[in-house]
């Protein structure tokens, strides 16, 4: 009988790490409260449409992660988006070239989803002990993972809140793709979603300071005036918004690392018929700063070491 492993998150690190144990014939079980996988790539259903509420892009550095990214491309299920974000802050407005950023024309969260062709999406893990797995994987943010394992498992990372609001218009007002938005006590950026979809629809998505996201966790829905406002303020638009739609973000961006290391691995001990414990996401990122490749590698590796381990 082969190994069994749960993984409990099914985002992007949760889905290379079952990508990586299944494809070693490893049984994987992924559990998740979502009703759909994705995580922190969601791309939900707003006005008709998939809008990229969670990370706004991804780059590629790693050879292994542009390997896969080469392997979407060919299929059309990622693509190039842009190489130019401009920037607006106290010195005024800027527009600088940087590394390529990623999309996917039906959303981020459809790249998650092609990693998960052979684990079935479950239910929500409460307790731990109820699994009685070879192994199980805490795919998922710091706080989140610290809910199920004792205080002092490891040393927590702590992360900050976001909400992102989609903003629906009458027409377009704006000729950038996305925009970093410096020094604001409302906004930190904000992406054109129908340039990052390909689609053209007039629909940006803003991501707020974690200082107003703080205030609003509660309520998500009543940041989105205060946000349309910003952004008017900000793009100088004429027409208003038709619609807005907020998503809260409780545990959106660590606020720190794990230093060198890719991800977490505990020998037994804590619960009780758990062999290994696993833990992975975009804060074990020895590369440097998180973002979607760091947790993608976080995943995959800790499925390495899990499938040399238990095969």
Not at 15 to 35: E, F, K, P
Not at 247 to 257: E, I, L, M, N
Not at 286 to 310: D, F, H, K, M
Request: aromatic letters at 6%.
């Amino acid at each position: 009988m082969s190994a069994r492993v749960a993984i409990v998150g099914a985002g992007i690190s949760g889905a290379a790490c079952a990508n990586v144990l299944a494809a070693s014939g490893i049984s994987v079980g992924v559990l998740d409260r979502g009703r759909a996988p994705g995580g922190r790539m969601a791309s939900p259903t707003v006005h008709g449409r998939r809008v990229d509420l969670g990370a706004a892009y991804f780059t590629v550095k790693d050879p292994d992660f542009a390997g896969l990214v080469d392997a979407w491309a060919q299929r059309g299920l990622a693509r190039e988006w842009t190489d130019t974000f401009d920037a607006y802050g106290l010195d005024g407005h800027s527009a600088k070239s940087g590394p390529a950023r990623w999309a996917a024309s039906d959303g981020l969260r459809s790249l998650v989803r092609d990693l998960l062709p052979a684990a079935e999406l479950s239910h929500e893990v409460v307790d731990l002990a109820d699994l009685d797995h070879d192994a199980v994987v805490l795919a998922m943010p710091d706080p989140q993972a610290a809910r199920m394992l004792p205080a002092d498992a490891i040393e927590w990372v702590t992360y900050e809140p976001v909400i992102a609001v989609a903003l629906g218009y009458e027409r377009r007002e704006w000729s950038f793709d996305a925009a970093f938005v410096n020094d604001d006590p409302d906004l930190t950026l904000i992406a054109d979603d129908g340039s990052r979809r390909g689609d053209g629809a007039a629909v940006l998505v803003a991501h707020t300071t974690s200082e107003l996201a703080s205030q609003h966790l509660a309520d998500p829905s009543g940041v989105g005036q205060t946000v349309a406002d910003a952004v008017t303020r900000l793009l100088g638009l004429v027409v208003p918004s038709q619609w807005t739609y907020a998503h809260r973000w409780t545990f959106a961006k660590p606020a720190g690392t794990h230093g060198g290391a890719p991800y977490g691995l505990v020998d037994g001990g804590l619960i009780e018929g758990n062999r290994l414990i696993g833990l992975c996401n975009d804060s074990w990122c020895p590369e440097g700063s998180p973002r979607v490749e760091s947790a993608w590698l976080s995943g995959r590796r800790l499925g390495i070491e899990l499938a040399n381990r238990l095969t």
